[in-house]
């Protein structure tokens, strides 16, 4: 096994505890089911071709070291978006109930296009919960920036962090994403 403090990984991705790890649980490696795995497949397969290396190289590196595949498996909740769903999300907070998750109406945000610049991500832990651990998220960013330096973390936003998500900048799509 290779630990990706072999290939230059700053040593704080190597911290050894993880939010979320259950005491007694921490054997257990987070795994994914033939279905899910069919799903994560294809969800990867509506990313351009930058993002989509970006994510399997940063999941591979996650996946890799004996730590981070413990505290939880990396997936992508979302990656292309219809412009229905986006504008379903935008009323969220504005007369819907829940808080605002986007500034994006529907067709504005990246995720309505396709193939899709921007994907978001969670962990899967060992008892089959999901995690959106802000923590986690910084530890996979770090990867994804790694692994491509276009892609764009929304944790790293100033005002509306979006730690979910990832984009790759994009010459056609001018601005920031947020959404
Ligand atoms: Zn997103």
Redesign the pocket.
């Known amino acids: 096994m290779t630990s990706i403090s072999h290939i230059g990984t700053p040593d704080h991705l190597l911290a050894p505890a993880a939010p979320g790890v259950v005491v007694g649980r921490q054997r257990m490696v987070p795994v994914l089911s033939a279905v899910q795995e069919q799903r994560q497949a294809v969800r990867l397969g509506q990313a351009v071709p930058s993002l989509a290396a970006a994510y399997s190289q940063a999941l591979a590196r996650w996946l890799g070291d004996p730590v981070l595949r413990l505290a939880g498996r990396p997936i992508i909740t979302e990656c292309y978006r219809s412009a229905e769903r986006q504008e379903e999300l935008y009323r969220q907070g504005r007369g819907k109930p829940g808080p605002v998750v986007t500034y994006k109406r529907g067709g504005e945000s990246k995720?309505n296009y396709s193939p899709t610049p921007?994907l978001?991500v969670a962990f899967q832990l060992a008892d089959g919960s999901v995690s959106w651990s802000g923590l986690l998220l910084s530890k996979f960013a770090r990867l994804m920036k790694y692994a491509d330096a276009r892609v764009v973390w929304?944790g790293d936003w100033p005002s509306f962090k979006?730690r979910?998500?990832f984009e790759v900048l994009t010459s056609w799509k001018g601005g920031d994403g947020r959404?």
Do not use: K, N, V
């Open positions: 995720h921007a978001d929304g979006d979910p998500h959404g």
